[in-house]
């Protein structure tokens, strides 16, 4: 090895690490308040000196008045999530295929329509999003933060999609118009078996979009058995004396599932999402 | 089942402008645009339309003026707009050309590096604000140890505070806009950079004469694009700040939530609509860029 490459090498290393720390700090510390006791939490050791699981034991078991509902406010994310992700894919695919492939007069209008809500900052469009859901009689049902959160995923996933099925060949629906498909068996045999990867990308955008926000949840939901767990996190700051190791251990717990789901489907959402994201 | 139809009279062309007699292919296409559309009248074109007319009266926006959390709020949009933003752009250009190295451990590190975005915001921050608790937290705990002196409060702080809601921001999201750059960056024909170092080009001029010129326009979309999302990020400030000490933090995101909160929607919807002039000609070049 020369001196060259053990310099570029040492160069190297100098931006890696401190990339690395500045990832992982508050990583590391959500992991390091999760795993500590009560007492040691606030020591400020980068270790524990007894690191224990007590903490999601405590969780699982419902064991504070902040986590009383933890299983049932797991379970209101998972379905909310769930549902968001399927009802985007249905939305999203229908459009995408009437506007790219069957051409629908006004297509192009919706499909601008659709662009201008995907760049209204979310927050701006909360505010008036919980005044017509108080109007709608939504306020405190989950159908109110499932219809918002579809809302905001269906522009993103329509755009990916047209632009997904813009690069399938016409020759494929003229063939099978001429061997006299009908608009929906097009749809069912010809465009949802080649559509299948976005699909699965779009899906998982819609599914991690509903899963994690925080914004949405908290304002159209209160009651805490409606409550997603991410808003019942936020909740622990109401005193200044909360468990804050448990809040850890919850949010870690929070955290793993979306984690996972975008690793395991990292190749669709790298090549179907980054590429979509910005067009040069 | 389905039954096969004979091939229809009309020729069939899929492509063009509509024709007269609506052909079962624009029946089809109206059929499945309707649930979109209905999603579109009923939550977005309703609302909006709805919180403009909420923000009608010319006294909301006397009050507005007249609150000084306001005019701060303002300041706080524009210095997390134009300090934070370029920032973060300008790092994530510089790590994307890191991480296109060609090393294992890169690899590895990348696939690290991609957690802040691949996990949700909320534990993350809130870990993030009890790292700089002043008592307990672990920097002040790591300064204490390093130089024997007490750090700053931070978040008790209002300029501390703003600045860590930025960092904060640029934590969360640096890694979305970094894997865009180096999607930008591998784009790049090899061939250039080989037939620049045969002429011997130093690195600098690599990327001023290679690497910039093309990614010039992917740099100035996600610029814009970043904007527009920043304008609405609520979380980085909400769960790190809360907008205090003494509303001192608030960025536009959050005061509108915190007039809502106050139930004085008229003011909040006004302060969306006086951000209107800034949000709408980001939103018009993004769509302009975008519907190509």
């Known amino acids: 090895m020369s001196w060259r490459t053990v310099t570029t090498e040492a160069k190297l290393l100098l931006i890696g690490i401190p990339v690395l720390i500045w990832t992982m700090l508050p990583i590391y510390n959500l992991f390091l308040f999760a795993i500590s006791p009560k ?5 400020g050791n980068l270790w524990p000196d007894h690191p224990t699981l007590r903490n999601f034991a405590l969780v699982f078991g419902e064991k504070h008045h902040y986590l009383e509902h933890f ?28 506007i790219s492939r069957l051409k629908v007069r006004g297509g192009r209008t ?88 976005s699909m699965v990308a779009i899906g998982t955008y819609a599914l991690l979009l509903a899963w994690n926000e925080y914004l949405y949840a908290f304002l159209l939901l209160s009651n805490d058995r409606q409550i997603t767990l991410g808003v019942a996190l936020g909740n622990f700051l109401a005193a200044d004396d909360s468990p804050w190791e448990l809040l850890m251990a919850t949010g870690l717990i929070y955290a793993l599932p979306p984690a996972a789901i975008y690793y395991t489907f990292k190749r669709y959402m790298v090549g179907g999402l980054t590429a979509g994201a910005v067009k040069s | 089942m389905s039954t096969l139809v004979l091939p229809r009279a009309e020729p069939a062309l899929p492509v063009g402008p509509a024709r007269k007699r609506m052909s079962p292919y624009q029946k089809w296409g109206m059929i499945l645009l309707v649930p979109y559309v209905l999603i579109l009248i009923v939550f977005v074109l309703y609302p909006v339309g709805y919180g403009l007319w909420l923000a009608r009266h010319p006294e909301s926006y006397v009050k507005l003026v007249d609150d000084p959390i306001f005019a701060r709020s303002i300041v706080n949009t524009l210095v997390f707009l134009i ?15 890191f991480f296109v190295q060609a090393r294992t451990w890169i690899k590895w590190l990348s696939l690290l590096f991609i ?8 534990p993350t921050i809130l870990s993030v604000r009890f790292m ?11 300064i204490f140890k390093f130089t024997g002196t007490d750090g700053p409060n931070w978040l008790n702080d209002p300029t501390i505070a703003l600045a860590m809601a930025i960092l904060m921001h640029i934590w969360k999201s640096l890694p979305f806009w970094t894997l865009i750059l180096i999607a930008g960056r591998m784009a790049i024909p090899a061939e250039h950079y080989e037939a620049a170092a045969v002429d011997g080009a130093t690195k600098w001029q690599k990327f001023m004469y290679i690497t910039w010129p093309s990614m010039r326009t992917l740099y100035l979309t996600s610029l814009i694009l970043s904007m527009i999302w920043t304008l609405g990020d609520f979380n980085s400030v909400y769960l790190l700040t809360g907008g205090g000490p003494a ?22 919807m006004a302060a969306i609509v006086c951000a209107l002039p800034l949000v709408l000609p980001l939103v018009f070049f993004m769509m302009k860029r975008l519907s190509r």
């Not at chain 1, 007492?39 to 020591?43: G, I, R, V």
């Not at chain 1, 299983?71 to 009437?98: D, K, P, R």
């Not at chain 1, 060949?169 to 063939?175: N, Q, S, T, V, W």
Request: net charge negative.
């Open chain 1, 39 to 43: 007492e040691s939490a606030f020591a």
């Open chain 1, 71 to 98: 299983w049932l406010q797991l379970w209101n994310s998972l379905i909310i999530a769930v549902s968001v992700g399927a009802l985007t894919l249905f939305v999203a695919t229908c459009a995408a295929f009437a």
């Open chain 1, 110 to 197: 919706v499909m601008n329509l659709a662009l201008f809500t995907y760049f209204i900052p979310a927050a701006f469009l909360a505010v008036p999003m919980y005044k017509t859901m108080g109007l709608y009689g939504l306020l405190n049902n989950q159908w109110a933060l499932i219809l918002a959160m579809l809302t905001i995923a269906a522009p993103y996933s329509i755009w990916v999609l047209k632009q997904a099925s813009d690069k399938l060949p016409f020759e494929l629906d003229e063939a099978a118009r001429i061997d006299g498909a009908s608009p929906l068996q097009l749809f069912r045999l010809v465009y949802l078996p080649l559509m299948l990867p």
């Open chain 2, 83 to 97: 300090v934070g933003i370029n920032l973060k752009m300008v790092v994530a250009l510089f790590l994307s050309g």
């Open chain 2, 115 to 122: 957690l802040p975005w691949a996990v949700p915001s909320i």
């Open chain 2, 132 to 142: 700089l608790n002043p008592e307990w937290g672990v920097i002040n705990h790591l």
């Open chain 2, 247 to 268: 509303d001192l933090t608030h960025v536009l995101a959050t005061l509108g939530i915190r007039y809502l909160r106050l139930d004085q929607v008229d003011l909040s």
